[in-house]
């Protein structure tokens, strides 16, 4: 499936809305007006709004006036405040029963979705490619896993989504299943079947939970995705700020009018109490609600933003020295779509490695881009931003080919591969809890280990606590580290030398019953 097809293929109506309504703000609107009025601020924050601040002087007199503490009557205090309303309007607009801003990222969100699963299984059917916050999830809650298998494409090494068949068949396997949890769409644009993959979990008497993180603009325009609330998911994260326009770490998280809603909404709301600040950002959720406005109201802007990525693609594919990554998504079952505002190129195709691409672009051209691999680059394009791809597409065309120069990349160093997944013989709460020492990575290898590790971004784990570490897996990612713009989250030293693992003997017995097993190494000296 060629990926001009792709983009237009069935493309979702927009949401019925409320209009008067949603050219509204109300949260917002109402911090705007309090920051108006002549307030004596005896309160928090400490820098108490004074024009003379170094905080004043830098960012301007603006941000700190509006910079609120929560808990304040005609904003956040009482009933049917300002944000009460931001929040109904945003759950209608995404298609939501109810929804919950986040002031820590869509990280938050996966974090939330995972500690509230224990109430409805023993097991979560996790698709292995998730972000690493769903790994910290599994850490909070203790749950046990099934991992499903993505796909993986071998010439780019980047992995794509899994099949409702996939997902079947781990389900089946997995009586206590409580829910299912997957990715789309994927860091690279990959959009999964999630109709199909809602239709498996919700026969097997399980909730779909969807990591859609990177498509919280989807079905905002026709030639958008539909979102996977719409395609029958239960409980959506939404990283607004990356392409709907909020505030960096802010984030939305949807549950859906459903069989499990009912189960679901006071957990949910428990849960994000939990982990939600008790002093959340003024400014963040007031970005939220600002967003959530901008989408409704700017459909037109949006297929500025679509046509925008168009024009890089069409650029790219007519002057022939590289390739766009998405025309081969056709190639893999899992895929039924692409994201049209993730414009993902292969640069080894045009003779540079995707690090050394992104480190030119950035140094020589002042153009950053989401992320690099050893094989490619991806550029976004926000919905309502229309940059200037013509200065992109001249960049990307003057960059220098061959380049060999680049170690870690695909120079001598040879084509950079996602490694093969090792054993897994603890859950990730058991081998996080477990006593660990800090080996070197070589001594790491046939270890268990004690760390989520993570080429970063997109923040993919490459390794899980509790799984096998593999000399696959620690040439990955020290060959990542190298790499320029490289890093290894969790790592505990930049070139990732060291590496932290269970203390041996494996802990299974000991942290399951309670009973500490004798240990030959002393645990604790992790650093």
């Not at 009025?37 to 601040?53: E, F, I, T």
């Not at 644009?189 to 859609?212: K, N, S, W």
């Not at 597409?393 to 001598?412: F, I, K, M, V």
Request: charged share 20%; glycine share 10%; proline share 7%.
């Amino acid at each position: 499936m060629n990926i001009r097809t792709a983009e237009h293929r069935t493309p979702s109506l927009p949401l019925p809305l409320s209009p008067a309504g949603q050219l509204r703000a109300p949260y917002a609107e109402a911090v705007l007006g309090h920051a108006g009025r002549d307030w004596l601020r005896l309160n928090v924050p400490g820098h108490a709004a004074a024009p003379g601040s170094d905080l004043a002087g830098f960012f301007g007199p603006r941000i700190t006036a509006l910079d609120f503490p929560p808990l304040l009557d005609g904003i956040d205090l009482g009933a049917d405040t300002p944000l009460d309303r931001a929040l109904a309007l945003a759950a209608e607009a995404w298609g939501a029963r109810r929804t919950w801003f986040l002031t820590n990222g869509a990280s938050q969100g996966n974090q939330i979705a995972s500690m509230v699963a224990p109430a409805l299984g023993r097991t979560l059917v996790v698709q292995r490619s998730v972000h690493s916050s769903v790994i910290d999830g599994l850490v909070l809650s203790g749950m046990d896993a099934v991992f499903v298998q993505p796909s993986v494409d071998p010439e780019q090494g980047i992995a794509h989504g899994v099949t409702a068949a996939d997902v079947a068949e781990a389900l089946d396997r997995t009586p206590d299943a409580a829910a299912v949890y997957i990715v789309s769409p994927s860091y690279f644009g990959a959009v999964a079947d999630v109709r199909a993959l809602a239709d498996t979990a919700h026969a097997a008497g399980v909730p779909l939970i969807v990591d859609e993180a990177w498509g919280s603009h989807f079905g905002f325009h026709p030639g958008l995705p539909s979102n996977a609330l719409s395609e029958g998911a239960d409980l959506v994260t939404s990283s607004t700020h990356k392409l709907a326009g909020s505030l960096t770490q802010s984030a939305m998280l949807h549950l859906a009018e459903g069989p499990f809603a009912d189960r679901l909404e006071p957990l949910v709301d428990r849960a994000f109490r939990l982990v939600q600040s008790t002093s959340a950002s003024a400014l963040l959720t007031a970005s939220l609600d600002l967003a959530r406005r901008t989408l409704v109201t700017g459909t037109a802007a949006t297929g500025h933003s679509v046509e925008a990525a168009d024009r890089v693609r069409g650029a790219v594919r007519a002057l022939g020295r590289f390739k766009v990554v998405s025309d081969g998504f056709g190639a893999f079952p899992d895929i039924v779509r692409a994201d049209p505002l993730r414009i993902a190129i292969d640069t080894r195709a045009g003779g540079i490695p995707g690090h050394e691409a992104r480190r030119r672009l950035f140094l020589d051209h002042r153009i950053m881009v989401e992320v690099a691999t050893d094989a490619a680059i991806v550029a976004v394009i926000g919905a309502g931003s229309v940059p200037d791809t013509d200065r992109f597409a001249e960049a990307l065309h003057t960059l220098p080919s061959p380049l060999t120069a680049d170690p870690a990349g695909g120079g001598a160093g040879g084509m950079l591969r996602l490694p093969t997944p090792g054993a897994t013989e603890l859950t990730a709460r058991e081998a996080f809890l477990s006593p660990a020492v800090a080996v070197s990575a070589q001594d790491a290898v046939g270890r268990i280990s004690a760390d989520t590790l993570a080429a970063y971004p997109p923040g993919i784990p490459n390794v899980l606590p509790g799984e096998v570490i593999t000399a696959e897996t620690v040439r990955f990612l020290q060959r990542t580290a190298a790499a320029p713009s490289g890093h290894v989250r969790g790592a505990l030293d930049p070139g990732v030398t060291r590496l932290r693992v269970v203390a041996r003997p494996a802990w299974r017995q000991g942290v399951r019953t309670g009973v500490r097993t004798p240990c030959r190494e002393r645990a604790g000296q992790t650093s």
